[in-house]
């Protein structure tokens, strides 16, 4: 999966502003339906790192990319879909979103050279045509 970032644009009267340093994507890397992921998830992570100035801490959120949907959000390969979803916690349990649609968003932090850890999943037991499956995500810092 591949993952873009946008950093927010601040004006004058903004309490802070962000640069996004890198942003590494969530690789799941090979899905087997019938082997190993026939039972169990496939959980992959990836990151973003910053840099916030300013005296408000940022606010995260992440897009539901381009399926348009939290619920679940969906990797393409053609016309092939392969439902999937990223989540704030490593118990994968708080969908990482904007705050809509029993998502939730991350309050990040101020300073130089900060981490945000991404975690991804695949449910098991899915059956797709072979393929290489991606999608873009936005992250969008708000104050």
């Known amino acids: 999966m591949l993952l873009s970032t946008l950093a927010a644009l601040a ?14 994507g969530v690789a799941f890397g090979s899905y087997d339906p019938i082997g190993a992921n026939a039972v ?3 959980d ?15 606010v995260i959120g992440l897009s539901a990319g381009r399926s348009g949907t939290y619920s679940p959000r969906a990797m ?6 392969l439902p999937y979803n990223l989540y704030r916690d490593a118990a994968r ?9 029993g998502t939730s968003t ?7 050279n ?8 695949i ?18 810092f708000n104050f």
Do not use: M
């Open 11 to 24: 004006l004058a009267q903004a309490p802070g502003t962000c640069t996004i340093r890198s942003a590494t």
């Open 40 to 42: 169990t998830p496939r």
């Open 44 to 58: 992959a992570t990836g990151q973003i790192r910053y840099s916030c100035r300013g005296t408000a801490p940022p």
């Open 76 to 81: 393409r390969a053609g016309t092939s879909t």
């Open 93 to 101: 349990a708080q969908v990482w979103g904007d705050g809509s649609a």
């Open 106 to 112: 991350v309050v990040g932090s101020t300073g130089r």
């Open 114 to 121: 900060r981490r945000l850890v991404v975690y991804g999943r």
């Open 123 to 140: 449910p098991p037991g899915l059956v797709a045509p072979a393929g290489a499956y991606a999608d873009t995500i936005v992250a969008t």
